[in-house]
């Protein structure tokens, strides 16, 4: 069973900075790619920013520049570093990992995406 555990949310002021983690446990042979969504109320849940296995990087144009996706693949680990935040950037924030192969798995056999359980973000101005 594949779990997405994510911390490092809270309250900050703006201009301020955040780290978030998601681990992923479970029995993973890889993953394809990781990302971060949020969802503020009443609005869709929109793509942050997202890496791949091999570390190419995506960014919505909202926080180019100011927040960073990284991952450790031999961890089953992605952060965000999110820097110079603003108040519209409070939401809920979700992890995602895409393209999960479990442990032993071969070609024709599914993968799957998971996400986290969401961790609250709130910057204050």
């Known amino acids: 069973q594949v779990q997405l555990v994510e911390s490092g949310g809270g309250l900050v002021q703006a201009g301020g900075s955040l780290r978030l983690s998601c681990a992923v446990s479970g029995t993973i042979r890889s993953i394809n790619a990781m990302s971060w969504y949020r969802q503020a109320p009443g609005k869709q849940r929109d793509l942050v920013a997202a890496i791949t296995s091999g570390s190419s990087t995506n960014y919505a144009d909202s926080v180019k520049g100011r927040f960073t996706i990284s991952r450790d693949n031999a961890k089953n680990t992605v952060c965000l570093q999110m820097n110079s935040l603003k108040p519209e950037d409070t939401a809920v924030y979700y992890c995602?990992?895409?393209?999960?192969?479990?442990?032993?798995?071969?070609?024709?056999?599914?993968?799957?995406?998971?996400w986290g359980q969401g961790t609250q973000v709130t910057v204050s101005s």
């Open positions: 995602k990992a895409e393209g999960v192969r479990a442990r032993g798995w071969i070609r024709g056999m599914p993968e799957y995406d998971y």
